[in-house]
C-alpha cells in the first residue's frame, strides 16, 4: 500500500507545463482516476470547488457571481460539466487576464465536457486526459505483480492506496455509474437491459465491434446500441480502438475493436474474482491484449499527445494487434500473453511489413522474462510496454 499523494503521475509534468501557457487548463477522465489528487498535488495553494457537493453546485447554478467570489482564482472546480454555465463566466475571465493557470478543470464525461469547452472556452483552454494507474507508475512506487494480478486488480488508485478489495470496488463502482451516471445521461427505464449488454461487451472484448449480433442476443436496436456505446466511451468505460485502413482497398476490416478502460472492471464484469482465475480463464489473451493496449493509451495520453494507435486487419484473418503511427511511421505491434516466447509470434509483423515496407520494425509484447533478440522485432515484456511509445 502506498500514500496516493506522493505517488508521482506522469501527467504531472504536462500539467505543470500547460499551466504556464494557458490561463485555463481542464482534465478529463474516469471517476476516481486521480484528477483531484493530482491538481492539488501539483497547486496545493489553490482555491478548490466540487461542483458534486449539493451545496456548492446549488450556489453555481443559481447565482455564479456568488459562487467566484466564494472560490476566486487561481481555482480548481471539479465536475465542472455538472455546471457547464460556468464555462461561459470563465470565458469572460480568462479574456481579461494575462495571468496563466487561472483554472483547473475537471470532469468525467467528455461528451458533454468536451461539447461545453467547445462553445464556451474554444482556444482557451488545455485539454488533458487522465487515466488510472499505469504500471509505470506503480512501478515508481515500488508495485511489482504479476500478469494475472495486474489484470484481476486493475489499476484504480484507491486499489493500491487504501489496500481496498478489488472486485468489490469495481462492483461498487459499476452500480454507482449503473445508477448515477447512465440514468441521468441517457434516462434508461430498464436498468437491467443495460447492465446486460455491458456484460456482453465484457464478453467480446478485443473482437471487432458487430452490433448486429448483439441486436439479436438484446431485441435493442442498432440506433439505441450506438448511443449506449457513445456514452460508454465518452465516461471513459470503453476505448475503440480504431481499424488503419489506408490505403489498402476494400480487403480490410473497418470497424473498431473494443476495450475497456480498466482490467479490474472487465474481470468483476466476467465474473472473475481472483488472480488465479485470470489464468485459467479462456479469454485470458484477450484480456491480456487489453492491458497492453490500454496501457499504450495512457503512456500517449500522459505526454499529453493524442494516441495515434490503431489495429490491422484484412478479410484473410491476418493481423495485427496494435498499430503506432509516429509521424508518418508505422510500427507494428503483436502482443502475446504466453510466458514462452514463440517464433510465429511475429509472423503478423512480417506479413504487415511485407505489404508496408516503410514501416518500422515491430515490437513482440508477451508475459516472459526472456528476450530473445530477433532481426524483424523487437522482444519486450508487458512490464515495459510504456517505454515503447515514449
Not at 464556451?120 to 512501478?139: F, K, M, N, V, Y
Request: charged letters at 20%; a neutral charge.
Amino acid at each position: 500500500m502506498y500514500n496516493r499523494d506522493m505517488i508521482n503521475r506522469t501527467l504531472l509534468s504536462e500539467l505543470a507545463f500547460l499551466a504556464r501557457e494557458y490561463t485555463v487548463v481542464t482534465i478529463v477522465g474516469p471517476r476516481q482516476s486521480g484528477k483531484t489528487t493530482l491538481c492539488k498535488m501539483r497547486f496545493p495553494d489553490y482555491n478548490y470547488a466540487n461542483l458534486e457537493h449539493p451545496d456548492i453546485r446549488l450556489l453555481a447554478s443559481t447565482d455564479p457571481n456568488s459562487f467566484f467570489e466564494m472560490f476566486p482564482a487561481p481555482v480548481i472546480i471539479d465536475e465542472i460539466q455538472r455546471v457547464p454555465d460556468l464555462l461561459s463566466y470563465i470565458q469572460v475571465f480568462a479574456d481579461n487576464t494575462n495571468l496563466k493557470g487561472q483554472y483547473i478543470l475537471t470532469g468525467s464525461h467528455q461528451l458533454a465536457l468536451r461539447e461545453a469547452v467547445s462553445q464556451s472556452l474554444a482556444g482557451r483552454t488545455a485539454l488533458l486526459e487522465l487515466l488510472p494507474l499505469s504500471i509505470q507508475e506503480l512501478s515508481a512506487t515500488g508495485v511489482d505483480l504479476s500478469r494475472d494480478e495486474y489484470i484481476q486488480q486493475g489499476f484504480y488508485p484507491r486499489i493500491y492506496a487504501e489496500d481496498m478489495d478489488p472486485f468489490r470496488l469495481h462492483r461498487n463502482y459499476f452500480q454507482t455509474y449503473v445508477e448515477r451516471d447512465v440514468r441521468q445521461i441517457l434516462k434508461i427505464k430498464d436498468l437491467s437491459l443495460f447492465e446486460q449488454f455491458v456484460r456482453l461487451l465484457a464478453g467480446r472484448v478485443g473482437q471487432v465491434l458487430n452490433l448486429h449480433s448483439m441486436t439479436a442476443a438484446l431485441g435493442v436496436s442498432g440506433k439505441t446500441l450506438k448511443e449506449w456505446i457513445s456514452v460508454l466511451e465518452a465516461s471513459f468505460v470503453v476505448y475503440r480502438l480504431p481499424p488503419y485502413f489506408e490505403n489498402f482497398g476494400k480487403r480490410i476490416v473497418k470497424s473498431s475493436k473494443l476495450y475497456f478502460t480498466d482490467t479490474g472492471l472487465l474481470c468483476y464484469l466476467l465474473g472473475i474474482e481472483t488472480p488465479a482465475q485470470v489464468a485459467r480463464d479462456p479469454l485470458l489473451g484477450a484480456l491480456f491484449e487489453n492491458l497492453v493496449v490500454i496501457e499504450a493509451l495512457k503512456s500517449r495520453l500522459n505526454q499529453g499527445r493524442d494516441p495515434n494507435l490503431f489495429y490491422f486487419r484484412d478479410n484473410n484473418q491476418n493481423e495485427v494487434d496494435l498499430i503506432f503511427k509516429q509521424g508518418r511511421t508505422l510500427v507494428p505491434m503483436e502482443i502475446k500473453a504466453s510466458m514462452t516466447y514463440h517464433a510465429d509470434f511475429s509472423k503478423g509483423l512480417r506479413y504487415f511489413r511485407k505489404i508496408v515496407p516503410s514501416s518500422a520494425r515491430g515490437f513482440v509484447v508477451f508475459s516472459g522474462e526472456v528476450t530473445p533478440d530477433l532481426e524483424d522485432a523487437t522482444v519486450v515484456n508487458f512490464k515495459k510496454t510504456g517505454t515503447v511509445f515514449i
